[in-house]
């Protein structure tokens, strides 16, 4: 990933300089996305069957981990869950494609 060149948040003193963060921090969070959508790929290749490729078990324990560690930084954990429960959502449907794609 690029080095952040925005201000920290404490030491913003302008609107400019907060959305310079704010976009700056949005490209690196879709940076990150582009990285764990990669890994859904490559689970679409690993898995042997269809039925695997949802998995409520693990979708709990994912959304829970996020869940514990924005709680843990002091960030709001229902929004973190509601954000993380969508995240996976799409992931499932995006896994789902891709392993229709790769055996058609
Ligand atoms: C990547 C997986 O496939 C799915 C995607 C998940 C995710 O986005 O974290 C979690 C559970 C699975 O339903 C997996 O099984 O780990």
Not at 18 to 46: K, N, P, Q, S
């Amino acid at each position: 990933m690029t080095e952040l060149q925005a201000k920290i948040p404490d030491d913003c003193q302008t609107m400019r300089d907060v959305r310079a963060g704010v976009d700056e921090t949005d490209r690196a969070l879709v940076a990150l996305l582009e990285r764990r959508f990669g890994y859904m790929r490559a689970a679409a290749r690993i898995k042997p069957s269809r039925d695997a490729v949802r998995d409520e078990e693990r979708k709990a324990s994912v959304i829970a981990a996020a869940r514990a560690d924005a709680e843990a930084r002091g960030l709001p954990g229902q929004v973190v869950e509601d954000i993380w429960d969508r995240l996976v959502e799409g992931s499932i449907a995006y896994e789902f494609k891709e392993w229709d794609r790769i055996r058609d």
